[in-house]
C-alpha cells in the first residue's frame, strides 16, 4: 500500500537477535498457541509475544486501575538561546532523584544525539553544530523536569566526584552549571525593592590558569574581568562570590591538543571536583577568592581523569533520530548504549500487510450515527459490542474483552469517535533501545495513562502452511484463536455476537503476523512476567474473527522511560524441540514473580 513502507537499516547490520530453530514454527514441532518466539536475553533465546490464555500472568484488570490518575508531560517547546537564563533556584519539589548511573545514562543519549548532529553535517566544513542545538533536541525528546533554567544549589543528583564531561551544554544538562557566558554562575537569594542579593553556585575554573594546591585541589580563583582599580564595584559574578554563604561547585576546564583523524584538534573536557567554601583575598587591584575543598569529599586526581578522557575516542554507541523514515507522526528514535550494533534491517509498516492479496477480508458494515456514538442499540458498532462502547471518551479501554470492534471506515460517525481508539496511530513518544541482557527493548520518553492505546503489532499476514515455512519464527504471533482460552472472558463472550455460535478450533485456516521482514516498533517489545501492556483483538476494517488486529494497551499509568512489555506466555515444560525434547530458557526479565524461565 502507498506510503505505508519504508526500507530501513542495511542488510549487513548487527541486531543482537539470532534466529531461532524453526522447530517452534506455527503448526510445525512444539505446538505453541498464540506464543510465536522473539528474542531475549543475550540475543540468542527464542520466544513469543503474548498469548492470552488462563494459564498466564495477565495485567491486573483496568477497572480497579485508576486510569488517568497522572496527567501526562507536555513536551517541552523549543526556546531561543538564553531565554530560559532563569537565576533561580530550584525548589526542592522539583528536584529529581536519580542515580549516577541514570543520568550518566542520559548523559551518553546526549552526546549520541550531538554526534549524529555532526554526522549529518560532516560535507559541510564550513558549518559545526553547536552542542546546545544537541541540548535542544534532547529536551525535546526527553521531558525532564528540571530543563527550565533554574539552578541547583549545592550538590546535584547523579553526579559524583570525578565526573568528566565534554561540554558545557552537559553540564547545563545535568544542573552542575547553567550559564553559557559566565565562568560563574548564581541565584538571585533575596530581593527587596530593587535591591538584589546574589549567591554563587558553580564556578568553572580553567586549570593551571589560577594558582592551586595539588595536596588538596584548593585554588586562588582571579576575576580577571573585573574593575582595574581596587575596591571597585565589580560585575554580578563578584558580587555573587562576595556575598555567597554557602559552598559553591567547582568545575575544572581542561583544553588540549588532540590528535583527530590525521589533524589536531583543540579538545575541551570538564572535571567536576567537587564543592568549596569561598574566602575573598586581598590581591591587590584584581578582585581574588580563596576557593577551599569542602572536607569529606573523595580525593581525586583532577589532570589524570582529564587526561584519560581527552584520550578516549568518540563515545560507543549509536542513535537514529527515526527508524519509522516519517510514517509515524512521532519519530520512533533508537539508541544503543550497550554497543555499536543498529537494529537489523527490515521494513517499517504503519499497516498490516497480506502475504496473499486474497486473504484480505471485505469491509464490514458501519454504523449511521451522526455523532459520537455511545451505548445504544441505535448504534450498530455497540450492538456488535454487546450494547455498550469499550471505550471511555478519552480513547482508554474500560477493561480487556475477547473481541472489540471498532468503528470503521463504513460507519458515519466522525473521525474523533471515542469507538476508534486504536486507529489514531501512535500518540506517544516511543523509543527502541539496547538493553544489557534482553536485546532490544522499547520505552516511552512520555508518561502513558493507564488503558491507554499504545501501537499495533505490525507484520506480515499469513496464513498456517505458509507460516510453517518460515525458517525463522522469531516474529510469528498467532492471531484470532483465543477467544475461548480466558475463563474470566467467558461472561463478556456471551455478550458478543459474532462469538455465541463459534468455537475454538471450528475454523479450518488459521493466520498468524510476522513481523521478522517487515513489521513496526512492536517487534522489540519484549518479556515480561510482571508485564505493563497486554494485547487486545480488535476488528474494524472487517468483520474476520480469524484475524483481528493486535492492539497493544496499557495495564496501568507507565512512567517516562520504563520499558515496554508482554507476557508472551509459554507454559514451561510444554515447548519442545522437532526431536521432542523438552526445551528450557531462562527469564530475564527481573520483574516481582519472574517464574525464572521463559519455557
Not at 483496568?62 to 531561543?80: D, F, M, T
Not at 590525521?262 to 590581591?283: F, I, P
Request: net charge neutral; charged share 25%; glycine share 8%.
Amino acid at each position: 500500500m502507498a506510503g505505508t513502507t519504508m526500507e530501513y537499516g542495511a542488510a549487513s547490520a548487527a541486531s543482537g537477535r539470532k534466529p531461532a530453530d524453526n522447530s517452534g514454527a506455527v503448526g510445525g514441532g512444539a505446538h505453541r498457541k498464540r506464543q510465536p518466539s522473539k528474542s531475549q536475553g543475550n540475543g540468542s533465546q527464542s520466544h513469543g509475544p503474548p498469548g492470552t490464555d488462563g494459564s498466564s500472568r495477565q495485567c491486573a484488570r483496568l477497572k480497579e486501575v485508576q486510569i488517568g490518575a497522572v496527567a501526562p508531560v507536555h513536551h517541552k517547546k523549543r526556546v531561543s538561546k538564553g531565554a530560559a537564563d532563569r537565576h533561580e533556584q530550584m525548589p526542592k519539589s522539583k528536584i529529581p532523584s536519580i542515580s549516577n548511573k541514570t543520568a550518566m545514562s542520559s548523559l551518553q543519549e546526549f552526546r549520541l544525539i550531538y554526534n549524529s548532529f555532526k554526522f549529518l553535517f560532516q560535507d559541510q566544513p564550513t558549518y559545526r553544530p553547536d552542542d546546545y542545538e544537541a541540548l535542544w533536541v534532547f529536551r525535546d525528546r526527553y521531558s525532564v523536569k528540571n530543563y527550565d533554567g533554574r539552578r541547583l544549589v549545592g550538590r546535584v543528583p547523579g553526579v559524583k566526584v570525578g565526573d568528566v564531561f565534554d561540554s558545557d551544554a552537559e553540564l547545563h544538562l545535568t544542573g552542575l552549571h547553567r550559564s553559557r557566558d559566565s565562568h560563574v554562575d548564581y541565584i538571585v537569594s533575596k530581593q527587596e525593592g530593587r535591591t538584589r542579593t546574589y549567591q554563587a553556585v558553580s564556578v568553572v575554573s580553567s586549570y593551571g590558569q589560577h594558582s592551586h594546591d595539588e595536596s588538596n585541589n584548593n585554588l586562588d580563583h582571579l576575576l580577571r574581568h573585573v574593575g582595574p582599580v581596587a575596591g571597585q564595584l565589580g560585575g554580578i559574578e563578584e558580587l555573587a562570590l562576595r556575598q555567597t554563604s554557602t559552598s559553591v561547585r567547582v568545575i575544572y576546564r581542561f583544553v588540549a591538543d588532540h590528535q583527530a583523524g590525521g589533524s589536531q584538534e583543540l579538545t575541551t573536557c570538564y572535571v567536576y571536583a567537587g564543592l568549596y567554601s569561598v574566602e575573598r583575598k586581598d590581591h591587590g587591584i584584581v578582585d581574588a577568592f580563596q576557593l577551599t575543598r569542602v572536607p569529606g569529599q573523595p580525593r581525586i586526581d583532577i589532570q589524570e581523569l582529564a587526561k584519560e578522557r581527552i584520550a578516549q575516542p568518540s563515545s560507543d554507541g549509536t542513535f537514529m533520530a527515526d527508524m519509522s523514515s516519517g510514517l509515524e507522526e512521532n519519530p520512533v528514535s533508537a539508541i544503543n548504549l550497550v554497543s555499536n550494533e543498529d537494529p537489523t534491517s527490515f521494513l517499517y509498516i504503519s499497516r498490516i500487510r497480506y502475504h496473499d492479496p486474497s486473504d484480505r477480508p471485505d469491509p464490514p458494515s458501519g454504523c449511521d450515527c451522526i455523532g459520537p456514538c455511545s451505548d445504544s442499540q441505535e448504534c450498530a458498532c455497540a450492538v456488535k459490542n454487546g450494547g455498550e462502547i469499550p471505550f471511555n471518551n478519552d480513547g482508554r479501554i474500560l477493561d480487556e474483552k475477547p473481541l472489540i470492534y471498532e468503528c470503521g471506515p463504513s460507519c458515519k460517525c466522525p473521525p474523533t469517535c471515542h469507538n476508534r481508539a486504536s486507529q489514531h496511530r501512535i500518540k506517544f513518544r516511543l523509543q527502541v533501545f539496547k538493553t544489557e541482557l534482553m536485546g532490544w527493548g522499547v520505552r516511552s520518553l512520555d508518561f502513558i495513562p493507564g488503558g491507554s492505546f499504545v501501537c499495533e503489532y505490525l507484520g506480515e499476514l499469513l496464513d498456517n502452511k505458509d507460516a510453517q515455512k518460515r525458517e525463522n519464527d522469531e516474529y510469528l504471533f498467532v492471531t484470532g484463536d483465543n477467544y475461548f482460552d480466558v475463563p474470566r472472558w467467558e461472561e463478556s463472550r456471551e455478550t458478543i455476537p459474532s462469538l455465541q455460535n463459534r468455537r475454538g478450533g471450528d475454523e479450518a485456516k488459521v493466520f498468524a503476523v510476522d513481523a521478522l521482514e517487515s513489521g513496526n516498533l512492536a517487534r522489540f517489545i519484549n518479556h515480561s512476567c510482571n508485564p505493563n501492556l497486554f494485547t487486545q483483538n480488535v476488528l474494524y476494517d472487517h468483520d474476520d474473527v480469524r484475524m483481528p488486529h493486535i492492539m497493544l494497551f496499557a495495564c496501568g499509568d507507565i512512567r517516562p522511560l520504563q520499558p515496554l512489555s508482554l507476557d508472551y506466555n509459554y507454559a514451561i515444560g510444554k515447548v519442545h524441540d522437532s526431536q521432542g525434547n523438552i526445551k528450557k530458557k531462562k527469564c530475564f526479565c527481573r520483574s516481582s514473580g519472574c517464574k525464572g524461565r521463559l519455557y
